[in-house]
């Protein structure tokens, strides 16, 4: 429940008057971005665009564009979508009132859009055996081919985040476009927004630089349309070593930078994030083979180390670079002095940890600066 007791309120808004380090949210939709408003967050730091494509009565579309033969299908299907994106769109900006949205564009494999292998095995089998010949069995046995051709032995190393926007531009483009399509919507309502686009994943600069200008290509295809001139920034999600060791040449291509630490835990250590916890993680930390989860305490040492270096390449070759980290990190304690530590501007966390945030990154002011402050005392 947002209700937080006039004391709790009044320690945030001391603070807030103490803290360096913004405070963002994590929301996918208008109600955890409404969530976010009130508890005080500055902006929304991560808004995943996948759920919304989870939703019952879009998942057959998105089916339909996977399954596409070819472009023109392709497009009719994302054509569909786009109104839908739209209106989410809209929902968000319009619950942050003006505060910055940054929308990641999309990130998992597309078999998380189709349904489980084994099921649809035992679907076709069955309608072999009771309806052979049957329209269903046709679609199902489609369906199968399909999930089958999209099956990765890694799929989290694999055909995902900007890799998709490469091979699959339109899917980019539609969502791009709704975003401006909203962004434009709501500035004639006279209201204000500020649409942060941001591309997953990315590796190699050259990924960003080709996904960078899809986005300006379609904002200037909806400014035109609209005869709205929209102000937006394109930046990038931090979350693969690679874009960290090269940050400088990255920068060159981005507006601000968003470390994501959950799947650099994952890139930097090699462990899954999806298996660590469940297989050795637990027994590593009772034998003190690692001092904690790095998935819920950032790891400095490493994972830490790639962090600083991002953002210190990323200035070096752009001063103006903004930089917060959106993985599970910005919503703890201890990574968050890490994060005021390593001069990062926000932090983004889920909205339940925002009054947390808020505390512990006015703590890390107080606990450095009063530590400088000793310094020079006693020189
Ligand atoms: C991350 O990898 O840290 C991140 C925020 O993105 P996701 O968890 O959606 O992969
Ligand atoms: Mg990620």
Same mark, same amino acid.
């Given at each position: 429940?947002?209700?937080?007791? /006039?004391?709790?309120?009044?320690? @945030?808004?001391?603070?807030?008057?103490?803290?360096?380090?913004?405070?963002?949210?994590?929301?996918?939709?208008?109600?955890?971005?409404?969530?976010?408003?009130?508890?005080? #967050?500055?902006?929304?730091?991560?808004?995943?665009?996948?759920?919304?494509?989870?939703?019952?009565?879009?998942?057959?579309?998105?089916?339909?564009?996977?399954?596409?033969?070819?472009?023109?299908?392709?497009?009719?299907? @994302? $054509? $569909?979508?786009?109104?839908?994106?739209?209106?989410?769109?809209?929902?968000?900006?319009?619950?942050?009132?003006?505060?910055?949205?940054?929308?990641?564009?999309?990130?998992?494999?597309?078999?998380?859009?189709?349904?489980?292998?084994?099921?649809? &095995?035992?679907?076709?089998?069955?309608?072999?055996?009771?309806?052979?010949?049957?329209?269903?069995?046709?679609?199902?046995?489609?369906?199968?081919? !399909?999930?089958?051709?999209?099956?990765?032995?890694?799929?989290?190393?694999?055909?995902?985040?900007?890799?998709?926007?490469?091979?699959?531009?339109?899917?980019?483009?539609?969502? #791009? !476009?709704?975003?401006?399509?909203?962004?434009?919507?709501?500035?004639?309502?006279?209201? +204000?927004?500020?649409?942060?686009?941001?591309?997953?994943?990315?590796?190699?600069?050259?990924?960003?630089?080709?996904?960078?200008? @899809?986005?300006?290509?379609?904002?200037?295809?909806?400014?035109?349309?609209?005869?709205?001139?929209?102000?937006?920034?394109?930046?990038?999600?931090?979350?693969?070593?690679?874009?960290?060791?090269?940050?400088?040449?990255?920068?060159?291509?981005? /507006?601000?930078?968003?470390? %994501?630490?959950?799947?650099?835990?994952?890139?930097?250590?090699?462990?899954?994030?999806?298996?660590? +916890?469940? !297989?050795?993680?637990?027994? =590593?930390?009772?034998?003190?083979?690692?001092?904690?989860?790095?998935?819920?305490?950032?790891?400095?040492?490493?994972?830490?180390?790639?962090?600083?270096?991002?953002?210190? &390449?990323?200035?070096?070759?752009?001063?103006?670079?903004?930089?917060?980290?959106?993985?599970?990190?910005? %919503?703890?304690?201890?990574?968050? /002095?890490?994060? =005021?530590?390593? %001069?990062? /501007?926000?932090?983004?966390?889920?909205?339940?940890?925002?009054? &947390?945030?808020?505390?512990?990154?006015?703590?890390?002011?107080?606990?450095?600066?009063? !530590?400088?402050?000793?310094?020079?005392?006693?020189?």
């Amino acid at each position: 429940d947002p209700e937080l007791s /006039d004391e709790f309120q009044l320690l @945030l808004a001391w603070a807030d008057q103490e803290r360096k380090l913004g405070v963002r949210a994590n929301a996918d939709n208008p109600e955890d971005a409404k969530k976010a408003f009130e508890f005080g #967050a500055g902006g929304v730091g991560l808004c995943r665009t996948e759920h919304m494509f989870m939703d019952l009565k879009r998942i057959p579309i998105v089916q339909k564009m996977i399954l596409a033969e070819n472009y023109p299908e392709r497009m009719e299907a @994302l $054509e $569909e979508l786009l109104p839908m994106q739209q209106s989410d769109f809209e929902g968000i900006f319009e619950a942050m009132q003006g505060f910055p949205v940054t929308i990641r564009l999309l990130d998992p494999p597309l078999h998380e859009f189709m349904p489980d292998k084994e099921e649809l &095995l035992v679907d076709v089998t069955k309608l072999q055996i009771l309806d052979p010949g049957s329209a269903e069995l046709k679609k199902k046995e489609q369906l199968l081919k !399909k999930v089958r051709q999209l099956d990765e032995y890694n799929p989290m190393l694999g055909h995902r985040g900007c890799r998709l926007g490469m091979i699959y531009p339109e899917i980019y483009e539609m969502q #791009a !476009k709704a975003i401006f399509y909203a962004a434009a919507k709501l500035a004639e309502k006279g209201m +204000e927004v500020q649409p942060e686009i941001m591309i997953p994943l990315v590796g190699h600069v050259n990924e960003l630089k080709q996904m960078r200008q @899809l986005v300006i290509d379609a904002a200037v295809r909806v400014q035109e349309e609209t005869g709205k001139r929209i102000e937006y920034t394109v930046g990038t999600m931090i979350e693969i070593p690679r874009a960290a060791l090269t940050a400088d040449q990255i920068a060159e291509e981005a /507006d601000f930078f968003s470390f %994501g630490t959950n799947d650099l835990t994952q890139t930097t250590f090699g462990y899954s994030r999806d298996d660590a +916890e469940g !297989k050795f993680l637990q027994a =590593y930390i009772e034998n003190k083979v690692l001092p904690e989860n790095p998935f819920a305490v950032l790891d400095q040492e490493g994972v830490g180390k790639l962090v600083e270096t991002g953002v210190k &390449l990323g200035r070096t070759a752009k001063p103006s670079l903004k930089t917060g980290i959106c993985g599970e990190h910005g %919503g703890e304690k201890s990574s968050i /002095d890490f994060c =005021y530590r390593t %001069g990062l /501007d926000y932090v983004s966390c889920s909205p339940y940890r925002v009054p &947390l945030a808020r505390l512990a990154a006015a703590q890390a002011t107080i606990r450095h600066e009063q !530590k400088k402050e000793e310094v020079y005392t006693t020189a």
